[in-house]
């Protein structure tokens, strides 16, 4: 399940400058695809993850600079050797990944708040990306199923995007290339969190709830009283286990 639910929950609520480290783009095989992020506190904490410990160190060490300048950079891990003890198969990753590492400022932050209201409302909402030639980014926008368009883009947002963003074929994640632009462009979509419900109060429900809110379910709060009588109705982090009455 993505990590972005709770990432944005980090960024609403910290005041630590941060850098935002994203997939764009994967040749051959690696443990995340396109779209898997992960969050590089100033204080070498980081949230999320982009496999499984091959590139977080090297990115980690970039996040100081990136902090300084203010600039977004990509880079590209070629991870095809075959070389045990370098990259390799071995590691689980045989590809190239690209990732760009953005430095999370005031406005991308408000961005990025706008899409998490979004998503807490049950709204899908697409990100699209343009890169300049030394690999940062130097347009983003958000877009959701209803048109709604927010972010930073130089001038008027493109036609050709707001009408290919209409096909289904757009909402993949990756690396898309726009002839009418004659430029790439990176497009994810971001969807709400999955909700859960659990119906019974057994001892098995307990875990089984942990565990659900731990890789990110979310469940709704019960709305008026259901048609039959509840026994047990208790909270734990954002789930909800519905015991039942037994009929006498």
Request: overall charge negative; aromatic content about 10%; glycine content about 8%.
């Amino acid at each position: 399940m993505e990590e972005i639910h709770r990432i944005l929950e980090t960024i609403q609520r910290t005041s630590l400058r941060s850098v935002l480290a994203t997939i764009t783009h994967v040749e051959g095989s690696a443990y995340r695809k396109e779209g898997a992020c992960v969050l590089f506190l100033e204080d070498g904490s980081q949230l999320g993850m982009l496999s499984a410990g091959c590139l977080e160190a090297d990115l980690s060490a970039c996040v100081p600079d990136i902090l300084e300048t203010g600039v977004s950079r990509s880079f590209v891990f070629d991870m095809q050797s075959s070389d045990p003890l370098s990259w390799g198969e071995e590691l689980g990753c045989g590809g190239v990944v690209h990732v760009t590492m953005e430095p999370v400022n005031d406005e991308l932050a408000d961005h990025l708040c706008t899409l998490k209201n979004y998503l807490d409302h049950g709204t899908e909402v697409i990100l699209i990306k343009s890169f300049g030639s030394d690999g940062s980014v130097i347009d983003y926008g958000f877009l959701t199923r209803d048109r709604h368009l927010f972010g930073e883009w130089r001038g008027e947002f493109p036609q050709v995007l707001l009408d290919w963003t209409s096909s289904e074929e757009s909402w993949r994640s990756g690396m898309k290339f726009v002839s009418s632009m004659q430029s790439d462009v990176f497009v994810h979509t971001y969807y709400p969190r999955p909700r859960l419900m659990i119906f019974g109060a057994g001892p098995d429900a307990r875990p089984l709830a942990a565990f659900a809110a731990i890789i990110g379910f979310l469940s709704p709060s019960p709305i008026g009283d259901p048609p039959f009588a509840i026994d047990v109705i208790f909270r734990m982090l954002n789930l909800f286990y519905w015991g039942f009455q037994r009929k006498r």
